[in-house]
């Protein structure tokens, strides 16, 4: 799975705010109106989320999205290890309703 075939199927999404955009690592803030949208692209990518779910996230997981902010209650995490290569994406509702931070990165 190529970070950056990930990112060129998100063209077309509106972003309310860039943050970042580099090798590898992508965050923006969308609106509400552009959540199924971009739900729809990245499961076409990741599958389901991995996040929420009933049971614990496995130990390597937990451990690799720390650093970028780890997933709390009501967020959603999609993740994929491909041999080196680890590629998730993090979505955090805001409590406004409104807007959704979304993190995409890479992680080799």
């Given at each position: 799975?190529?970070?950056?075939?990930?990112?060129?199927?998100?063209?077309?999404?509106?972003?309310?705010?860039?943050?970042?955009?580099c090798?590898?690592h992508?965050?923006?803030?969308?609106?509400?109106?552009e959540?199924?949208?971009?739900?729809?692209?990245?499961?076409?990518?990741?599958?389901?989320?991995?996040?929420?779910?009933?049971n614990r996230?496995?130990?390597?997981?937990?451990?690799?999205?720390?650093?970028?902010?780890?997933i709390?209650?009501?967020?959603?995490?999609?993740?994929?290890?491909?041999?080196?290569?680890?590629?998730?994406?993090?979505?955090?509702?805001?409590?406004?309703g409104?807007?959704t931070?979304?993190?995409?990165?890479?992680?080799?």
């Open positions: 799975m190529q970070f950056e075939e990930i990112k060129s199927k998100l063209d077309g999404i509106t972003y309310d705010t860039l943050r970042i955009d090798d590898n992508f965050e923006a803030v969308i609106l509400k109106e959540l199924n949208k971009l739900t729809r692209r990245l499961e076409g990518f990741f599958g389901s989320p991995v996040w929420p779910s009933k996230l496995p130990f390597q997981i937990r451990q690799t999205i720390e650093s970028f902010g780890g709390l209650s009501g967020q959603t995490l999609y993740f994929c290890q491909q041999g080196r290569e680890t590629v998730f994406a993090m979505l955090w509702p805001w409590e406004d409104k807007r931070t979304v993190k995409i990165i890479k992680k080799i």
